[in-house]
């Protein structure tokens, strides 16, 4: 879960609005039942209720568990409401991801190089910080009107020494949990065959909505797949489009 935000007296925030009544009407029953529970609750807007209520498909009970878990595991992991960059210096030395662009429909993009990941010298904990940074990071990068993200994950001179299971389990976990309806979709660029026996481990760890959303890309389509999404100018140089990367 990102940071919270103050409470939104119109829910509809000025993003482009796909609920109906009765939607909102589950959004004002999640409020009553986790304020109750947790009175920080009243610090986060109805956009965000209202997310995790679609990622438990309009069950308001489920919804309401999933996020009071979700705000307790953030008041112990992220204590002072931020991960600043001290805590993970180790994992931005390693230049593994760029957020620059916008996808057609203003979703901020985040481009993850997978090969610059080594499992050997991993700190999970250090790790799991780093997750919550670039996370919180690509929340604070969507402009009003939006609420989603794009992903590009390249696996260009991808091996064995770059595969962590843990670690991407550890991704999955925070991503889905807590940062739930934030991912718009994510293109898996240059995977090698070697990838697809962790991909068969991490799989079943998927929930169906996250899912939907993750683009196998062949090179040979990547360009073309990427401006169904992006516009030219906002595609990365290094599969073909016009933005320069900075790392």
Known sequence: MEPERKLAETPIGGVEDHSDDGEWKKVALLRELVEVQDPDSK???????????????QDVNKAAAMFLKC????????????????????????????IQGLSKAGCPIGVIFAARH????????VFKNFCVYVLDKLCAS???GQEKFV???DFKGWGYSNCDIRGYLAVLDI????YPERLGKVYLVHVPYLFM?????IYPFIDNNTRKKIVFVG???LKDTLLEEIDESQIPDIYGGKLTLVQ
């Open 43 to 57: 610090e986060v807007d109805d956009l965000m209720l209202r997310r995790f209520l679609r990622a438990r498909d």
């Open 71 to 98: 705000l307790n595991w953030r008041k112990t992991a992220v204590p002072n409401g931020f991960i600043a960059e001290e805590e993970v210096e180790t994992e931005l030395a390693q230049k593994k991801l760029c």
């Open 118 to 125: 080594f499992s050997s010298n991993r700190d999970m904990h």
């Open 142 to 144: 969507i402009p009003s």
């Open 151 to 153: 992903g590009i994950v």
């Open 175 to 178: 991503m889905q949990n807590c």
């Open 197 to 201: 026996k962790a991909w068969k481990i």
């Open 219 to 221: 090179d040979k389509n």
